[in-house]
């Protein structure tokens, strides 16, 4: 570990324990049901930083098999939270089937784009060894697939807003707190490595601290998930509620046929 900063490795342990206390929530508020690919992101990128931690231990940081390590890992974590991402799109939208089977298509192109341009990016580059390539590759698509999440989550936020589809709390944090990690990753990957190519501790910072807060965020939203004992809520007249229900939901409603009729003809 003589590699990394103390503090780096602060920020390491740091965020390994709230994962876990993250996880530790989840179950038992019983959300697992709803984030299953969540949680396998969850537990993937645990997994990664403790064979990390083996190989930096056993092998040293500079050496050839932690170098294998960390690149065939973090492919692994790149497609889980893409899985989580989606997941996290459906349960937003799983209300309104003509929306969400709109929605599924692009994000199966998004992801057929992704690794094309991975693809790409490792044809074109030249590459003196195979295990540069591997990494190369995963850098392409992890970057690729960061700003494909941009999009996907800034739509689906605007698109809840515009037409106040009601989003659950830990529903919005996951997709807010997914969107700014992503938008972090490729401001601190692609604008700042062309600019300060010798400050690689920094953008690990950067990085780190990001991630630890959006994990605490989290962790925030499923604390408060605690079942609290509260009055009964006063509810208006059902006539009263029958008459204003339908104007709520028009504009959402009318958006859904229309997007079930296009995708059956």
């Known amino acids: 570990m003589s590699g990394l900063a103390n503090w780096q490795q602060w920020l390491w342990a740091l965020q ?6 993250l996880c530790y929530l989840i179950i038992r ?54 899985m989580a991402v989606a997941e996290t799109c459906k349960n937003c939208l799983r ?20 690794v094309s341009y991975a ?15 591997v990494a190369r590759t995963v850098l392409a698509a992890d970057r690729g697939l960061e700003l494909a999440l941009i999009a996907v989550l800034l739509s689906l936020l605007i698109f809840a807003r515009y037409y106040r589809v009601p989003l659950g709390s830990p529903h919005k944090a996951l997709a807010v707190g997914f ?17 300060l190519g010798r400050y690689a501790t920094v953008w690990s910072g950067i990085q780190m601290s990001a991630y630890l807060v959006v994990l605490v965020a989290w962790l925030r939203v499923f604390y408060k998930l605690v079942p609290a ?11 009263l509620y029958q008459e204003l229900a339908p104007r709520f939901n028009y504009r959402l409603r009318l958006l859904n046929d229309r997007l079930m009729g296009m995708l059956k003809s």
């Open 29 to 82: 508020r019983n959300a697992y049901k709803h984030l299953f690919f969540f949680i396998i992101y969850l537990v993937s990128d645990l997994a990664r930083s403790a064979m990390i931690f083996g190989s930096y231990r056993l092998r040293g940081f500079s050496s050839w098999t932690s170098y294998i390590v960390v690149w065939s890992t973090q492919a692994v974590v790149v497609v889980a939270r893409g």
């Open 16 to 21: 390994v324990c709230v994962q876990i206390g």
């Open 119 to 133: 693809a790409v990016v490792t044809l074109v580059a030249k590459n003196k060894s195979f295990l540069l390539a």
């Open 229 to 239: 004992r509260s009055p009964v809520p006063v509810l208006i007249p059902q006539t």
């Open 179 to 195: 969107c700014f990690f992503s938008c972090v990753f490729v401001l601190n990957n692609t604008i700042l490595s062309a600019f």
């Open 95 to 114: 209300e309104y089937k003509g929306i969400w089977a709109l929605g599924w298509r692009i994000l199966a192109g998004v992801g057929a784009v992704v």
